[in-house]
Nanobody, 121 residues
Framework: QVQLVESGGGLVQAGGSLRLSCAGSGRTFSNYPMGWFRQSPRKEREFVAS??????STNYADSVKGRFTISRDKNMVYLQMNSLKPEDTTVYYC????????????????WGQGTQVTVSS
């Protein structure tokens, strides 16, 4: 069992930066590949970024590549978001999976409660 708690969301102007944090519980947290997703009302959950169990491999959605960076350290996973755009406004979730494609939300077993990011123009 893994429990995840996100923090770091907020309001920022376009072009600004935010760093989201995800605190994970459990001694085996490092064994889980992790991902960040985002979801707006009436839309499907969208893949943002993923990182392998020990941080050796990362993947990004085309929409955030070059602007966002995922990283992990001990029981934390981070999403550094730079050059933010109004279209990045939504709720962001971190998630843990056992296996399967990193960009598919259905492969993730554990989810945090989400943190709101709002980018003003």
């Amino acid at each position: 069992q893994v429990q995840l708690v996100e923090s770091g969301g907020g309001l920022v102007q376009a072009g600004g930066s935010l760093r989201l944090s995800c605190a994970g519980s459990g001694r085996t947290f490092s064994n889980y590949p992790m991902g960040w997703f985002r979801q707006s009302p009436r839309k499907e959950r969208e893949f943002v970024a993923s990182i392998s169990a020990y941080g050796g491999s990362t993947n990004y959605a085309d929409s955030v590549k070059g602007r966002f960076t995922i990283s992990r350290d001990k029981n934390m996973v981070y999403l550094q978001m730079n050059s933010l755009k109004p279209e990045d406004t939504t709720v962001y979730y971190c998630a843990a999976r056992y296996s399967g494609a990193a960009d598919s939300a259905t492969n993730y077993a554990y989810w945090g409660q989400g943190t709101q990011v709002t980018v003003s123009s």
